[in-house]
């Protein structure tokens, strides 16, 4: 789930319109995309895990939204530069499911996460979850990295 969020999010989801979306819903986007850009069928998507998916997606290059449409430009100002090829596109981010990421997602600013350790960085995040769902401290701490960064993405939709 928190690999879908991520990634949705990349992809100009607004936090609003991924309240209104199941974790379904999220996971069933990612698949349709994947889908669509890397000819795997429907099938073998289904059965992959939604953080493989994601990594599929950018490994391609192909899956990257489309940058907005370019306005007109008036005759008077300078040729534009050419579209670079969309056969040699680039990744669309590096997926990694990090402290750091998911937090700035939840609001933290850079400088506030600036200089902590890896050690700080999840109990920021245990911080987040516990301040924001109804969990002990002493379960948060039990949770794996993994499994906090997952409640916390969870919260952030």
Known sequence: AAAAIITLKEWGYS??????????????????????CTKKSVKKLQRMKTWKIVK????????????PPAK???KEEPTPKPTPDPNKAK?????KLG???????AGYKKKQ?????KDGLRNTCISY???????????LQ????????????AIIT
Do not use: Y
């Open 142 to 153: 039990r949770m794996n990295n993994a499994q906090n960064l997952q409640a916390a993405a």
């Open 91 to 95: 990744k669309c981010h590096k997926f």
């Open 129 to 139: 979850n516990f301040n924001h769902r109804a969990a002990s401290v002493r379960s």
């Open 113 to 117: 996460l600036k200089g902590k350790t």
């Open 15 to 36: 936090t609003k319109k991924l309240k209104g979306f199941t974790e379904d819903d999220q996971r069933n986007t990612i698949i349709t995309v994947a889908n669509k």
């Open 72 to 74: 007109e430009k008036s």
């Open 56 to 67: 599929l997606i950018n490994k391609e290059g192909k899956c990257c939204p489309a940058p």
């Open 99 to 105: 402290f750091k990421k998911v937090l700035k997602l």
